[in-house]
């Protein structure tokens, strides 16, 4: 009975291997050309003004929101101009959203990771928050100039 379970198995596994080995001896032709196929993307950028200072945006893991220069100083004051905001979205509980005059860019609530926005700051107050927890997941700064 034991040779016979070990013969059907033997003669499974020579089955499946010539199954697997099946496909002949021809190449497979490759696949005709019929001409070139060109493909533009257009891209339009409504906030940036050739951005050149980097701001850092952080949101998470815990219930902390921050923005700070490329340096890692808070952000209380900046002088009109052009911006790069990277944001660190470390939870997905959370979003980093940044309004004020002429800006509204944020990240998802239910991812994390990174992301950047290029943006034209202009004289005013800006707001950073966590939209689901905006009470106490907040900050905001001045623009002058």
Request: glycine fraction near 14%; include cysteine; charged fraction near 15%.
């Amino acid at each position: 009975m034991k040779g016979t379970r070990i013969a059907v198995v033997v003669a499974f596994a020579v089955a499946a291997i010539a199954v697997a080995g099946c496909g002949g001896d021809e190449e497979a032709a490759p696949p005709e050309t019929t001409g070139t196929e060109t493909t533009v993307t257009e891209t339009t950028d409504t906030t940036t003004s050739g951005a050149t200072t980097v701001l850092r945006g952080t949101v998470g893991p815990g219930f902390t929101i921050s923005l700070t220069t490329e340096d890692g100083q808070p952000v209380e004051t900046l002088p009109a101009g052009g911006y790069t905001l990277f944001t660190d979205d470390k939870s997905d509980i959370h979003n980093f959203h940044l309004t004020g005059e002429g800006v509204d860019v944020t990240t998802d609530v239910s991812g994390s990771g990174t992301d950047s926005f290029d943006l034209d700051l202009t004289s005013g107050t800006y707001t950073f928050v966590c939209d689901p927890h905006a009470g106490s997941m907040n900050g905001s700064f001045e623009v002058s100039g």
